[in-house]
């Protein structure tokens, strides 16, 4: 029977500590939501970093369906793999932020060190009919080293953010090592066919894995079914309420944003006192130096646009730095008129997803550079670098006729609903039963 060996930098969930109490903490995101209900399915054992307080009272569990294998990471090889190479030298060049990437003394020894301790992890994990399954941008060197070593049994890695052009990615100074240990997968899939592209076009006809397309899908009953509360709030009281999420981090068009509403009222000054943008932002890498300075230079913004249109009765931008809880998110879903989602550059962007899925009236404003957009084609697609232009989507949004924006919202229902996290399992799991690759995929699709 074919089972799952997942290796993911991320665990399915992790024991933290608060209050001096144990606590599960579950990692809820739309990866490691697809990926417990693979391996919950087939079996098989979740290779990962426990980066709970906890986590290292549970390097091995068990949890009925699969087993976990965590791997502890001291301070010194947390530094070298996660916040130096990983979010100092890989996310920002492969999001196209060529002035933040750390090219030398980035801690790249390190992160190969740590990407062979995964290796040995699913060598000593793996039977001879499992399917070994990786995952981003953090173990990008764990195919090659499976295959130097001897792994003969089938790997898909699973590319979850943007690929670059091939000009952006050879900047790297071991871009050779990356393409050559990805390219040892037997299936490489990406979100867009973009990104696919850009792969393929480093290899100029040389053999490698096969690469494909295969967009994440969400839990679509989930959110469509989700209990909700209505949001209450004086502030929002016959207002049309725009709404976003986002993780702080360059690559969301955080202040971009900012600026587009200041746009908005000033070159319709008659959207003064109609709206309220609900502006939720969660906190993450707070100890970096650079998220400090993002943080500062947002909140800046958002309260120069707030003192100069907000009135005693009224303020253009309600924002909130925090986390919300999963039905809180929910909630802001079904109360929203118009989601602004708006990144500079996004490998997918599952919250544009989400929404759809959940709202039952709202108008989605989407950048042309999320991997969404390419699927979503009823929201307004718009270039998050010009505010002028996300300011005339909010208010071509605002002034939409009902009928035109419930065939709009219909026509993404439909598609995200069709490709949803199971029709993407079963993309994969195609993927992984293939005998022949050239007989069953063709033309870079799954037959």
Same mark, same amino acid.
């Given at each position: 029977?074919?089972? #799952?060996?997942?290796?993911?930098?991320?665990?399915?969930?992790? !024991?933290?500590?608060?209050?001096?109490?144990?606590?599960?903490?579950?990692?809820?995101?739309?990866?490691?939501?697809?990926?417990?209900?693979?391996?919950?399915?087939?079996?098989?054992? +979740?290779?990962? +970093?426990?980066?709970?307080?906890?986590?290292?009272?549970?390097?091995?569990?068990?949890?009925?369906?699969?087993?976990?294998?965590?791997?502890?990471?001291?301070?010194?090889?947390?530094?070298? #793999? #996660?916040?130096?190479?990983?979010?100092?030298?890989?996310? &920002?060049?492969?999001?196209?932020?060529?002035?933040?990437?750390?090219?030398?003394?980035?801690?790249?020894?390190?992160?190969?060190?740590?990407?062979?301790?995964?290796?040995?992890?699913?060598?000593?994990?793996?039977?001879?009919?499992?399917?070994?399954?990786? !995952?981003?941008?953090?173990?990008?060197?764990?195919?090659?080293?499976?295959?130097?070593?001897?792994?003969?049994?089938?790997?898909?890695?699973?590319? !979850?953010? &943007?690929?670059?052009?091939?000009?952006?990615?050879?900047?790297?100074?071991?871009?050779?090592?990356?393409?050559?240990?990805?390219?040892?997968?037997?299936?490489?899939?990406?979100?867009?066919?973009?990104?696919?592209?850009?792969?393929?076009?480093?290899?100029?006809?040389?053999?490698?894995?096969?690469?494909?397309?295969? &967009?994440?899908?969400?839990?679509?009953?989930?959110?469509?079914?989700?209990?909700?509360?209505?949001?209450?709030?004086?502030?929002?009281?016959?207002?049309?309420?725009?709404?976003?999420?986002?993780?702080?981090?360059?690559?969301?068009?955080?202040?971009?944003?900012?600026?587009?509403?200041?746009?908005?009222?000033?070159? !319709?000054?008659?959207?003064?006192?109609?709206?309220?943008?609900?502006?939720?932002?969660?906190?993450?890498?707070?100890?970096?130096?650079? #998220?400090?300075?993002?943080?500062?230079?947002?909140?800046?913004?958002?309260?120069?646009?707030?003192?100069?249109?907000?009135?005693?009765?009224?303020?253009?931008?309600?924002?909130?730095?925090?986390?919300?809880?999963?039905?809180?998110?929910?909630?802001?879903?079904?109360?929203?008129?118009?989601?602004?989602?708006?990144?500079?550059?996004?490998?997918?962007?599952?919250?544009?997803?989400?929404?759809?899925?959940?709202?039952?009236?709202?108008?989605?404003?989407?950048?042309?550079?999320?991997?969404?957009?390419?699927?979503?084609?009823?929201?307004?697609?718009?270039?998050?670098?010009?505010?002028?232009?996300?300011?005339?989507?909010?208010?071509?949004?605002?002034?939409?006729?009902?009928?035109?924006?419930?065939?709009?919202?219909?026509?993404?229902?439909?598609?995200?609903?069709?490709?949803?996290?199971? +029709? +993407?399992?079963?993309?994969?799991?195609?993927?992984?039963?293939?005998?022949?690759?050239?007989?069953?995929?063709?033309?870079?699709?799954?037959?």
């Amino acid at each position: 029977m074919m089972r #799952y060996v997942i290796a993911s930098s991320r665990c399915p969930f992790s !024991h933290d500590v608060v209050m001096g109490r144990e606590l599960v903490k579950e990692n809820v995101g739309g990866v490691a939501t697809a990926l417990k209900r693979a391996i919950s399915k087939h079996g098989g054992t +979740w290779i990962c +970093w426990g980066d709970g307080k906890a986590d290292n009272r549970y390097v091995n569990e068990d949890v009925g369906t699969y087993k976990i294998k965590r791997i502890i990471l001291t301070p010194q090889e947390k530094r070298g #793999y #996660y916040d130096m190479y990983s979010n100092r030298t890989l996310w &920002p060049l492969f999001h196209y932020f060529r002035e933040r990437v750390q090219y030398t003394d980035n801690g790249y020894e390190t992160y190969r060190k740590v990407n062979e301790k995964f290796a040995e992890e699913i060598l000593n994990n793996t039977s001879q009919e499992d399917i070994v399954w990786v !995952h981003d941008y953090q173990l990008s060197l764990v195919p090659g080293i499976l295959r130097q070593k001897g792994l003969k049994n089938r790997i898909i890695f699973t590319w !979850h953010i &943007p690929w670059v052009s091939r000009e952006m990615f050879e900047t790297l100074t071991e871009s050779d090592e990356i393409k050559e240990s990805v390219g040892s997968a037997d299936f490489i899939t990406f979100h867009t066919d973009l990104y696919r592209k850009n792969f393929e076009s480093l290899f100029e006809n040389r053999k490698h894995g096969k690469s494909i397309a295969v &967009p994440l899908g969400i839990d679509y009953r989930y959110f469509e079914k989700a209990k909700s509360s209505q949001i209450k709030s004086y502030a929002l009281k016959d207002k049309i309420m725009l709404f976003s999420i986002d993780r702080l981090d360059y690559t969301k068009g955080l202040t971009n944003r900012v600026l587009s509403i200041e746009r908005l009222i000033r070159n !319709h000054p008659e959207t003064s006192g109609k709206f309220v943008y609900v502006m939720i932002v969660t906190p993450s890498r707070t100890s970096v130096s650079d #998220y400090v300075s993002m943080k500062r230079e947002l909140e800046m913004n958002i309260g120069r646009v707030n003192g100069e249109f907000g009135t005693i009765s009224w303020m253009p931008i309600l924002y909130m730095y925090r986390k919300i809880s999963d039905h809180s998110l929910v909630s802001y879903y079904k109360s929203a008129d118009i989601a602004l989602i708006t990144p500079l550059i996004d490998g997918l962007n599952l919250v544009s997803k989400e929404f759809i899925a959940s709202t039952e009236k709202g108008i989605l404003v989407l950048s042309k550079f999320a991997g969404a957009s390419n699927c979503l084609r009823g929201a307004l697609i718009v270039n998050p670098n010009s505010p002028d232009e996300v300011a005339d989507a909010i208010y071509k949004a605002m002034n939409m006729e009902r009928k035109e924006a419930d065939e709009r919202l219909l026509k993404m229902k439909a598609i995200v609903k069709a490709r949803d996290t199971d +029709w +993407w399992i079963k993309r994969i799991y195609r993927l992984a039963i293939a005998k022949e690759h050239d007989r069953r995929v063709t033309n870079n699709r799954i037959e």
